[in-house]
């Protein structure tokens, strides 16, 4: 299992702070049981920031070999244009309207 980045103890870190504190004020509870709960499940929401958290992409070598062996693009013209036949006019494009 690769070393956590940086980025990702960050980000775990401050959901697990963040949220601890909100649910805990939320909650109002002062029971023990209470407070190991919210502990518990800001701590699984950490985990779950800090795993899902993109790792950076890879530079050099294996980068490289990546960018190499991908497949080539195929030819996306269609038999009718590559022959000279008058392309079709594209479809209007619709927008969303903000009132």
């Known amino acids: 299992m690769p070393r956590p980045t940086a980025a990702q103890l960050a980000y775990g870190s401050a959901t697990v702070i963040v949220s601890t504190i909100a649910m805990l004020l939320l ?3 002062s ?3 209470g407070v190991a709960v919210i502990s518990a499940a800001a701590l ?3 985990l779950l920031v800090a795993v899902t958290v993109p790792l950076p992409r890879r530079r050099g ?3 490289a070999t990546r960018t190499r062996t991908a497949s080539p693009v195929p030819n996306t ?3 009718d ?4 036949a008058p392309a079709p006019a594209p479809a209007p494009v619709e927008h969303p309207v903000h009132h």
């Open 61 to 63: 070598r294996h980068a």
């Open 31 to 33: 029971t023990g049981l």
């Open 77 to 79: 013209v269609p038999q």
């Open 81 to 84: 244009l590559a022959a000279g």
């Open 44 to 46: 699984a929401l950490g």
């Open 27 to 29: 909650s109002q509870t």
